[in-house]
């Protein structure tokens, strides 16, 4: 948000990420992150890379639940991305990366009033509010160096992006009505 913005149009709604992907590990190397926590979240992050002689390759699994903080409003989310970096050449790269995104979550715009609140703030009676996404994504990109200080950039990518949502309907009852 801010000034930044503006140079992608006055209706931007969300603004703009620059996203650095990092390229694999010289050495090869295992991560493992295994996380739990109250509510029932469970986060379980895998990544195996490494470098060999000049091709590069990495694997990383995200796999993660939660229970939310109220009923109904759980989340699960499972992520794998696969990269390959390779020099190949004196002045020149390949980086290649895909993904699979899957996302499946309990996603309500209906809020609580200072009344249920105070009542229970646990609850969240909308139980057929859902949400589900998956995606998939690919990255090809090639660098040239043509010189100290001008390097010829070829990006080509792809994405599919599905989107479900259900929304259940609620209805609104004034104070004065009851």
Known sequence: KGADVLTLGSNTVYGAVNYITKKPPI?????????????NYNSQFLTYGGTWQNVGAE????????????DNSGFSIFNTTAKMYAETGKNSSLYMKINYHQEKAKASYSSMTPYTFQTDFTQNP????????????????????????????????????????????NSLVKASGV
């Open 59 to 70: 694997l990383q699994v995200l796999n993660k639940t939660f229970g939310g903080f109220q």
């Open 126 to 169: 909308f139980d057929a509010d859902d949400l589900h996404t998956r995606r998939y994504a690919a990255d090809v990109m090639y660098n040239v160096q043509l010189g100290n200080s001008i390097v010829l950039s070829s990006k080509l990518y792809a994405t599919q992006f599905n989107r479900d949502w259900w929304r259940q309907e």
């Open 27 to 39: 050495k090869p190397t295992f991560g493992m992150n295994i996380t739990s926590g109250a509510n």
